[in-house]
Nanobody
Framework: QVQLVESGGGLVQSGGSLGLSCAAS????????MGWYRQGPGKPRELVAT???????NYADSVKGRFTISRDNAKNTMYLQMNNLKPEDSAVYYC???????????????WGQGTQVTVTS
């Protein structure tokens, strides 16, 4: 079993910055793709950014140039630095991880509990 714990959400004014962290713990062989997703009120969950174990990144068009995803493989932790935040960035942000295990099922998907980000205008 793998646990993902997010931290760092909160309330910020438009144009401000926030940083999120996601720490993974538990039993796994490796953590492969990690990502941040978000879900605003009445909206479906959407991709924000992903990062592979080798550091390749992918961003939603809406956050390109403003958000930066990174990870520390030694600490099994992923980060999201959010700059120039806008009210439309307000959502619950979820951490996601795809892990590899030595026993079946070898590939598993885990989600964190979510952390609220609120941007006021």
């Amino acid at each position: 079993q793998v646990q993902l714990v997010e931290s760092g959400g909160g309330l910020v004014q438009s144009g401000g910055s926030l940083g999120l962290s996601c720490a993974a713990s538990g039993s796994f062989f490796s953590i492969d793709l990690m990502g941040w997703y978000r879900q605003g009120p009445g909206k479906p969950r959407e991709l924000v950014a992903t990062i592979t174990s080798t550091g390749s990144t992918n961003y939603a068009d809406s956050v390109k140039g403003r958000f930066t995803i990174s990870r520390d493989n030694a600490k099994n932790t992923m980060y999201l630095q959010m700059n120039n935040l806008k009210p439309e960035d307000s959502a619950v942000y979820y951490c996601n991880a795809i892990t590899t295990h030595l026993v079946n099922p070898r590939t598993r998907v885990y989600w964190g509990q979510g952390t609220q980000v609120t941007v006021t205008s």
